[in-house]
């Protein structure tokens, strides 16, 4: 399987970033760590190796990079419009650094996101918010509200960083009808914490007529193991 190694500075974030990519091949999907993960937890959790096949024939592209968390939504040191920021920053070296590589190698395809638990946030909301540039979705064991984070603070930014905020009041057709055009999945266990959040969010999506699927696996909890036979069955 081809495994490629990539680190650099990035101006948004002024800190250099680490991304792995797997695979030679196939549709792009950018892998978001869990809580404070790092660009290797995909590969040392197994994931990747449960997308071997996939991998090596060319039917799939993994573009696994680090978080920030720890110093936006989980740093509770510092004062959540300094989280919101940092937060920012993030999705700016997303945008800014990470895309164009993904389209260096890949070309004009439409772009993927991943994550399992926290990642499914980083995930959802980025696909949300630029419906354009990432096509297709897939959460696992997702949980998409931020406000637990933010100690009472709200203010725009967080509004429109958060998919249960902004989207039941989302009615501009630019966006809207991207998302309809778009795929998105959304998978957890019946034993999953986080199972309500996601009937819950599929619910929001139905309700402003966005096609999507919910699957809820059997004898399935909210950890890795569960995640390894998801990620098989609906990546990409």
Known sequence: MHREYHRW?????????????????????????????????YEDRGMVGALADKLEHGGLRLFCVSSVDSESWYAKRIHPRHRVM??????AYLLNDVVPLVRHLSGDRGIGVTGCSFGAYHAMA???????TF???????????????LNGYFDEDCYFLNPLSFLPGMGDPYYLDQYRRNKWVLVTGDADICREANEQFSWLLHSKGI???????????HDWPDWLPMAAAYVP
């Not at 940092?86 to 999705?91: C, I, K, Q, V």
Request: net charge negative; glycine share 6%; charged share 15%.
């Open 9 to 41: 500075f990035a101006r948004s974030l002024d800190r250099d970033m680490d991304l792995l990519i797997f695979g030679h091949d196939g549709p792009p999907v950018i892998v978001f760590p869990s809580s404070m993960g790092a660009f290797f937890e």
């Open 211 to 221: 096609p999507h699927s919910l699957h809820v696996w059997n004898q399935s909890k």
């Open 86 to 91: 940092r937060h920012l920053h993030y999705e």
């Open 135 to 149: 096509t297709s979705c897939i959460t696992m064991g997702g949980a998409f509200d931020i406000t637990q984070f």
């Open 126 to 132: 980025l696909a949300l918010r630029h419906p354009y």
